[in-house]
């Protein structure tokens, strides 16, 4: 069906009221109202259709799968520096930094760098966050990062400074 210059307006601001979190969706299963468009954009459960979509389901649409894969892909191939403050104000790379090897080599014994950054903005796209844990030597060194699964990774708000909080569930 052919679309109009009024009902593509209509069209425009239906998405704009959802993405401000203002429309009210009814379905045949249940009706809601949004809080936020992309708090809904991003949760898992029912659509309009009633049909639920997680991050799995999604990957099983061939142009949501190459579309993710696409950009985390470029993402992870990126170029990845460290650089080193100078006390003139300026900077340059630190090749001889430990964070640089973790950054542009290998993330961890079994994961390289750019798989690594792939793996994360895979799970960002798709979770909304992608997290890892730094396992740190005796005297405070980064030696590996290891990927969190955005599921077992629960953020909370300090009440007292508003920092966020990092619960991992393993």
């Keep these: 069906r052919s679309i ?32 936020s468009g992309w708090e809904n954009f991003l949760a898992y459960g029912p659509t309009i259709s009633g049909a639920n979509v997680s991050p799995e389901t999604a990957m099983r649409v061939p142009a949501v799968k190459a579309a993710v894969e696409l950009i985390a892909t470029t993402v992870g191939t990126l170029p990845v520096k460290v650089y080193r403050h100078l006390d003139d ?49 005796f ?11 955005p599921r077992a990774v629960t953020v909370e708000t300090d009440e007292i400074t508003g920092e966020p909080r990092y619960r991992v569930s393993l």
Aim: aromatic share 10%; net charge neutral; proline share 1%.
């Design 89 to 137: 104000g300026g900077k340059e790379v630190a090749n001889d930094h430990i964070a640089y090897r973790l950054a542009h080599d290998d993330a961890n014994a079994w994961t390289s760098a750019t798989a690594f950054r792939a793996a994360l903005t895979c799970d960002a796209l798709l979770h909304g966050n992608g997290y890892a844990a730094v396992t740190r030597s």
């Design 139 to 149: 005297d405070g060194r980064p030696l590996e990062l290891i990927r969190l699964s």
């Design 4 to 35: 109009t210059g009024n009902s593509f307006v209509s069209y425009i601001s239906k998405f704009r009221d959802w993405l401000n979190g203002t429309t009210e969706t009814k379905s045949s299963a249940s009706t809601f109202t949004t809080t």
